[in-house]
């Protein structure tokens, strides 16, 4: 038997085997009609794919999470959609940079719920690119169970790339902060209703109308992204989270948990309630049975545990030591030292039991000052940047005019006939005295921008620590980086130097600062 003929008979004796059967790899036009050079890319069975984006918060030790703020400051069904404070972290980094999750790209499709939860192989086709919908939240779950469980098998099999962890339905908070924009929007832009938009919200979403969607359920992907690269986020499907709904009480989330929250809008949902404020609930059961809907599904996450590892362990508890414990405070000047060396020091329980507590509440509210601090230094850094960025181009257009007035006054008109000239000719006296005062203007705007940088140095100087600024360097960085001012990184990294320098030396050196923030703008 020749050897071609030998494998198709060997083919064919797997595919009589159960569990066993052949599958083609899917097209990517199937599972990533988008394809990006970020893209993570999970395996699937039946040789399928799941697609992934990082969604990077500005956060890099376990126990560093920051604040976000959910919802809109819309009044009406304040109840469920007011705007409240939270906190977003992720659970992987890499190399110690900034942490991370997973979201998928695309909300899950028929053929990639099929390949998990059927026997047999489904074949990769345009007609099961749709997202699946009418299926119920512990389909959903029992989908993820499914999945992670193929996946562990096949790490045994085959390495892979990405830290351990699992997949999941998002919580309310990962789903909006990458909705929104995460870290690629500025903060304002990150409370806007809806992320920033190049074109108009049918670009971006399918909603109801005959503009849009039109009544029907649309394939994936083929409309625009959000800035974090993730499609169809609002409209064509609605989406299941992982976590019960709850109601907002204004500066926290209610304490009744409730139904299943339902998130992004759908193909029947209208055009003015798309937002990535928007959210719904839905009873787990609707009469007898499950809750099911034709536009609801779902997409995932990628996550894991917090607790990993004895050395993680370690870790997490010693940053949690040093929560609101006063770091840099001398020990004379260390409240929370001195709190419980008197504690340690007391007999009696009830008291001890009471100084523990009042030692809990100060170490609180000092984590709470300190998070407010750097947030407060953060915001003066990015300041003292686009000052920077801000003096060198008023001084360019101050040099500019003075070359300008120079050229006319000193080479091109003759002093001794500009009184004699008529007011619409070039070289007379009014049409130099404009020049001139258009040179003084560009001159005080550049040098009150000036005045007002060198204000910022040192007031940053005199209100913080040289080492608590030097602290919040890779996090605005990574702000300014990722929400679309990288062309201000260089002039982060020199009004650090301006800083440091000040506070070195305790001179004011404006026309250095200006000279060094022009070289930046003459090498860009």
Not at 247 to 272: A, C, F, W
Not at 309 to 332: C, I, P, Y
């Amino acid at each position: 038997m020749k050897r071609n003929s030998r494998s198709a008979l060997w083919l064919i004796v797997l595919g009589l085997i159960p569990g066993l059967s052949h599958a083609e790899p899917w097209d990517s036009k199937f599972y990533n009609p988008k394809p990006a050079n970020d893209d993570v890319i999970l395996p699937m069975p039946c040789e399928g794919s799941l697609v992934m984006k990082k969604v990077f918060t500005p956060t890099r030790k376990p126990l560093d999470d920051v604040k976000i703020v959910l919802g809109s400051n819309n009044k009406e069904l304040g109840f469920a959609e007011y705007a409240t404070p939270n906190y977003i972290s992720g659970s992987f980094s890499d190399a110690g940079k900034e942490r991370y999750y997973l979201i998928g790209k695309y909300e899950i499709t028929l053929l990639q719920y099929q390949a998990v939860m059927n026997d047999k192989c489904p074949t990769a086709k345009a007609n099961l690119a749709f997202p699946i919908t009418d299926i119920s939240w512990f389909d959903a779950v029992a989908f993820t169970d499914k999945y992670n469980q193929w996946l562990l098998k096949q790490a045994k099999v085959k390495p892979n790339d990405l830290p351990k962890g699992y997949v999941r339905l998002p919580n309310n908070n990962e789903w909006e902060y990458a909705a929104r924009g995460g870290s690629k929007v500025t903060e304002s832009e990150f409370r806007e209703l809806r992320f920033p938009m190049k074109n108009n919200l049918e670009n971006y979403a399918w909603f109801s109308g005959a503009k849009s969607a039109n009544g029907k359920l649309q394939l994936i992907g083929r409309l625009e992204a959000n800035p974090l690269d993730i499609y169809d986020i609002l409209g064509n499907a609605s989406e299941m989270m992982f976590d019960s709904f709850r109601m907002n009480k204004l500066d926290r989330y209610h304490g009744q948990q409730g139904g299943i929250i339902v998130r992004g809008g759908s193909y029947l949902t209208p055009e003015s309630s798309m937002t990535t404020a928007f959210r719904t609930e839905k009873p787990y059961y609707d009469g007898q049975s499950v809750y099911k809907s034709k536009d609801v599904g779902f997409r995932l996450v990628y996550t894991s545990e917090v607790i990993r590892s004895n050395d993680l362990v370690k870790q997490l508890d010693k940053e949690w030591q040093e929560l609101g414990n006063e770091a840099g405070v001398s020990k004379n000047d260390n409240v929370v030292s001195e709190l419980e060396k008197i504690t340690q020091q007391v007999d009696d329980e009830k008291t001890k039991k009471e100084l523990n507590q009042l030692n809990a509440l100060l170490r609180s509210a000092n984590q709470a000052r300190d998070e407010q601090r750097d947030r407060s230094i953060q915001s003066a850094l990015q300041l003292g940047a686009f000052l920077c960025a801000n003096v060198s181009d008023l001084n360019g257009k101050f040099e500019y005019n003075n070359n300008l007035y120079q050229t006319m006054s000193e080479e091109i008109c003759d002093p001794n006939e500009t009184d004699s000239l008529d007011d619409e000719n070039m070289c007379s006296k009014a049409k130099l005295t404009n020049l001139k005062n258009v040179l003084d203007e560009s001159k005080s705007a550049r040098d009150f921008i000036l005045k007002y940088y060198s204000d910022t140095i040192v007031n940053t100087a005199t209100n913080y620590e040289k080492e608590t600024i030097n602290q919040q360097s890779k996090p605005t960085l990574f702000i300014l980086e990722n929400s679309g001012k990288a062309n201000m990184s260089d002039y982060l990294k020199l009004y650090f130097k301006h800083i440091n320098q000040y506070i070195e030396s305790g001179k004011i050196e404006r026309n250095l600062w200006l000279e060094t923030c022009n070289e930046i703008k003459g090498r860009k």
